[in-house]
């Protein structure tokens, strides 16, 4: 079997509804998704969902990456050879982690098709074959519209991430006070800063935690300041989740070993794919640090990829974040996911076990 064709369609992708987290304001989302075909008929899907905050690849970046750089070195090539592939890939693009991760995915889909089994079972098999979720309510201006999504929220989902850093300190302490107010104890709730606050934010912060009753605190400072955390974090009664940190496997066990957190978001598109994020979480989990499962709200493709990864994970710490495809208006991949007790069914397909619909493909073509 060998690769005859790398195509790269970006989409016009949009959300349902604005998305506010961070300094972020998401209506639109610049995905592109990756088909690696072979001479036999096989086909494998990759998405990559590039996100300006993480990253400076664009939707056209990855185009032209995938034409210039990548296809020359897959095509001709036996796509099962998958790791010395990757390596290849990495020999050519420098700093381009959304990229690789399409093309990961895509090596992943098209081996679990070609060999009739689920990606969970490439990566050594399933722990569970439901992978609990959490909701999310983006930041807003106004409490009570923070409260009535999560309230709307708290009717699917046992526990709700959101957002604070982007108001003053003090007032977002009291949106947060409102949600819980609003959804009661027994909900969960996690709140992402994405890097947003001074250590003295935090200092004055954690008093209200308790308070609010936060059980995970992610990305509470900027990554230039995580370091005052080491002497702080086992201090304290709410786990700190290191994102924004955590980009490279290096930088995981970077973490293992300064320990300026408990837990780690294990995005495999930030990563770099689902290879490193394995990777990553390999060091996490032997350091003892606790592990969840992240995304950048991406469609159909990368969010079947996050569940064969959470489904292939021996522990996870907090629910995941892979209701992505629900936040969209469009769908590219079937079934599309369905939040049942607060759990996504990993796909049980060959591949991905997800179907990608070609035509849908062409008509969210963005260059048409
Ligand atoms: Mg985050």
Same mark, same amino acid.
């Given at each position: ?16 509804q604005?998305?506010?987290?961070g300094? @972020? ?16 008929? %096989? ?10 905050a ?9 185009v &032209? ?12 090539r ?12 990495? #020999? ?6 959304? @990229? ?6 895509a090596?992943?889909?098209?081996a ?9 079972t ?11 979720v959490h ?30 850093? #982007?108001? &003053? ?35 004055r ?31 304290l009664?709410v ?5 924004? !940190? ?6 995981? %066990? ?14 495999? !598109? ?5 290879t490193?994020? #394995? ?6 989990? %032997? ?7 992240g !995304? ?11 569940l064969?990864? %959470?489904?292939?994970?021996? #522990? ?7 209701m ?9 991949? @079937?079934?599309?996911?369905?939040v ?5 069914a ?7 076990g997800?179907d ?13």
């Amino acid at each position: 079997m060998k690769i005859t064709a790398v195509e790269a369609i970006p989409l016009k992708a949009t959300f349902a509804q604005t998305f506010r987290f961070g300094t @972020t304001d998401r209506t639109t989302s610049p995905n592109v998704v990756v088909i690696i075909r072979t001479d036999d008929g %096989a086909v494998g899907y990759g998405e990559a969902c590039p996100v300006p905050a993480f990253t400076s690849e664009t939707q056209h970046s990855i185009v &032209e990456l995938i034409a210039e750089r990548v296809a020359p070195v897959l095509i001709g090539r036996d796509p099962m050879q998958h790791v010395p592939l990757l390596a290849d890939v990495a #020999r050519v693009l420098k700093f381009a982690p959304f @990229t690789v991760t399409a093309i990961d995915t895509a090596l992943y889909d098209l081996a679990g098709r070609a060999l009739g089994v689920p990606v969970s079972t490439l990566l050594g098999g399933a722990f569970r074959d439901r992978v609990a979720v959490h909701g999310s309510v983006g930041w807003d201006e106004d409490p009570a519209a923070m409260a009535d999504l999560a309230v709307e929220q708290a009717a699917t989902y046992t526990s709700i991430k959101t957002y604070a850093g #982007r108001g &003053e300190l003090g007032a977002d302490l009291d949106r947060l006070q409102a949600i819980r107010d609003a959804i009661g104890p027994e909900i969960a709730l996690f709140v992402d800063v994405n890097g947003m606050w001074q250590p003295s934010d935090l200092v004055r912060a954690l008093p209200r935690v308790p308070e609010i009753g936060l059980s995970m605190l992610e990305q509470p400072l900027p990554v230039q300041s995580t370091g005052l955390l080491t002497t702080l974090v086992g201090q304290l009664r709410v786990d700190i989740c290191a994102d924004e !940190s955590v980009r490279t496997v290096t930088d995981a %066990a970077r973490l293992a070993a300064d320990r300026t957190a408990t837990v780690i978001n294990l995005g495999h !598109s930030k990563l770099g794919g689902p290879t490193a994020a #394995r990777q990553a979480a390999q060091v996490a989990d %032997a350091a003892g640090l606790g592990l969840m499962v992240g !995304s950048v709200i991406e469609m159909g493709i990368a969010t079947a990829m996050g569940l064969h990864l %959470a489904a292939a994970l021996p #522990r996870l710490a907090y629910p995941a974040y892979l209701m992505g495809p629900l936040k969209y208006r469009q769908v590219i991949a @079937t079934p599309q996911v369905e939040v049942i007790g607060s759990a996504i069914a990993v796909p049980t397909g060959p591949g991905l076990g997800v179907d990608v619909d070609e035509a849908a493909l062409r008509r969210l073509d963005a260059r048409r």
